[in-house]
T-cell receptor, first 114, second 112 residues
C-alpha cells in the first residue's frame, strides 16, 4: 500500500529565507507525486506535480520539487519565503494507472516570521 | 471557467438528521472524488465516481454514507443519521482523465 510521510508538522522560517518541506513516499513502483497548498478555510490548490517527465518540477508561486527515486523523496522548496506563503502544505501520491486515488500526508503547517 | 463548486459551504445538522453535500465538477471533467478532512488531519479518500458509476468506494464507511454522480446534475454525498464524529470538512475534486485534481472549497459539516 502507498503511504506518504511529511517530516515536521510545523515549520517556521523567516521572511526571505529558504523554505524546505520534506516528503517521503512508499510505493512499489514510481508513482505520481503532488504538492497541494491549503489556506485557512479554503480548498486545496495544486502547487505542482510529478508524472515522470523531468525530475525537477517547477510549480506556482516560485515553488519547486525534486523527485529522487533513490531516496523515495519529493521535497518542496522555495528560495525566498514570503509572508503570503503561510499555509498548510500537503504531499500526496497516486498510482500511475487506474483510479487517481490520492494518498495524502498529514500536512505541514508553514509559518513565516517577519 | 468556474472551478469545482461545492455547496453548501457550511452545514449544521443535529444528531440523527441527514446531510446532503453537493459537488458540481469543472466543465469537461468526468471524474469526481470525495475526501474527508478531520480536524488536524490530512485528507482521506472516500469515493471515486464517474457519471452514473461508482468506480472505487474503498474509503466510504460501510453504513450511513452513500454517493452518486447522476447523468444530469451534481454529485451528491449523503450521510444519513449523522453523529458527532461525522463533523469534518468534506472536499470534492474533479479531473479529466489525466493526473491532477482541482478541489472545491469544501463543505464544513458540524453535527450538534
Amino acid at each position: 500500500a502507498q503511504s506518504v510521510t511529511q517530516l515536521g508538522s510545523h515549520v517556521s522560517v523567516s521572511e526571505g529565507a529558504l523554505v524546505l518541506l520534506r516528503c517521503n513516499y512508499s510505493s512499489s513502483v514510481p508513482p505520481y507525486l503532488f504538492w497541494y497548498v491549503q489556506y485557512p478555510n479554503q480548498g486545496l490548490q495544486l502547487l505542482l506535480k510529478y508524472t515522470s517527465a523531468a525530475t525537477l518540477v517547477k510549480g506556482i508561486n516560485g515553488f519547486e520539487a525534486e523527485f529522487k527515486k533513490s531516496e523515495t523523496s519529493f521535497h518542496l522548496t522555495k528560495p525566498s519565503a514570503h509572508m503570503s506563503d503561510a499555509a498548510e502544505y500537503f504531499c500526496a501520491v497516486s498510482d500511475r494507472g487506474g483510479a487517481q486515488k490520492l494518498v495524502f500526508g498529514q500536512g505541514t503547517r508553514l509559518t513565516i516570521n517577519p | 471557467n468556474a472551478g469545482v463548486m461545492q455547496n453548501p459551504r457550511h452545514l449544521v445538522r443535529r444528531r440523527g438528521q441527514e446531510a446532503r453535500l453537493r459537488c458540481s465538477p469543472m466543465k469537461g471533467h468526468s471524474h469526481v472524488y470525495w475526501y474527508r478532512q478531520l480536524p488536524e488531519e490530512g485528507l482521506k479518500f472516500m469515493v471515486y465516481l464517474q457519471k452514473e458509476n461508482i468506480i472505487d468506494e474503498s474509503g466510504m464507511p460501510k453504513e450511513r454514507f452513500s454517493a452518486e454522480f447522476p447523468k444530469e446534475g451534481p454529485s451528491i454525498l449523503r450521510i444519513q443519521q449523522v453523529v458527532r464524529g461525522d463533523s469534518a470538512a468534506y472536499f470534492c475534486a474533479s479531473s479529466p482523465p489525466s493526473p491532477g485534481y482541482t478541489f472545491g472549497s469544501g463543505t464544513r459539516l458540524t453535527v450538534v
